[in-house]
């Protein structure tokens, strides 16, 4: 059944946002306030261990980088285009939505929650490559393996910044959905080198959520995500 994988990380999202939820009602303030510390110094360093992969390549023996100039026009022209865009306030809508609809209008972190685990199980290669799989060789091997991990990742979340972050199977599901259908399409395009280049630029932006949660709203992460079609762009003529 094309979509498979998708329901099946969803479901698991969704597992790890009730076991979250359960845990955290036992947490103490202090307590949610250290592990949303954590999770932040832990997205911090699984982004820039994915950046590193990418970047430091061996050369005769010593250690190089690669993909800078990709990184900066793509982050640059990127980020511009979000902010016109304004998809981080589109976005912060939607979940201000969510949180009225979901009868959340206590909850002082659901927008933080939502935003920040939406991006955090939302981008990256394992987002794009695993629908694609899914829909064009009925393999959900990728999206199982990503939904074991989303759901420690949510379950962490959802512990620390409530259950806000459970919402992110929402947009999580359309945006696999989407590549689900447009597996043919966007399918030939995923080359060795665009998925280098995606990996590097999206590996950029978990950094990026992870200072967010680590120390406070600093980067305007969603107004980046155009600079993740840019770096295919690049690959493609690079």
Same mark, same amino acid.
């Given at each position: ?12 999202? $969704? ?25 932040? $110094? ?197």
């Amino acid at each position: 059944m094309i979509g498979m994988g998708t329901i099946i990380n969803a479901a698991l999202v $969704l597992l790890g946002g009730l076991m979250g939820f359960l845990f955290g009602r036992a947490l103490k303030d202090s307590y949610q306030d250290i592990m949303v510390k954590g999770c932040g $110094l832990s997205t911090i360093f699984i982004g820039a261990a994915g950046t590193f992969k990418q970047m430091l390549v061996i050369e005769g023996g010593a250690i190089g980088t690669t993909g800078e100039m990709m990184l900066v026009i793509s982050l640059c022209l990127g980020g511009l285009a979000g902010e016109i865009l304004n998809i981080e306030g589109n976005l912060e809508r939607f979940g201000e939505w969510l949180k009225i609809k979901s009868h959340s209008e206590g909850d002082s972190r659901f927008i933080e929650g939502f935003t920040s685990a939406s991006f955090t199980i939302c981008i990256g290669a394992m987002a794009i490559i695993g629908p694609m799989n899914d829909a064009l060789y009925h393999d959900y091997t990728i999206l199982t393996t990503k939904g074991i991990l989303d759901c420690i990742i949510i379950m962490a979340l959802t512990a620390a910044l409530g259950k806000g972050a459970v919402f992110s199977v929402i947009p999580m599901a359309i945006w696999q959905g989407l590549m689900t259908v447009l597996a043919g399409v966007v399918g030939p395009l995923m080359t060795d080198a665009a998925l280098s280049c995606l990996s590097l630029v999206g590996n950029v932006l978990i950094f990026g959520v992870g200072v967010n949660l680590a120390f406070g709203k600093r980067i305007k992460v969603a107004n980046y995500l155009p600079a993740l079609i840019i770096a295919v762009i690049w690959s493609m003529f690079g």
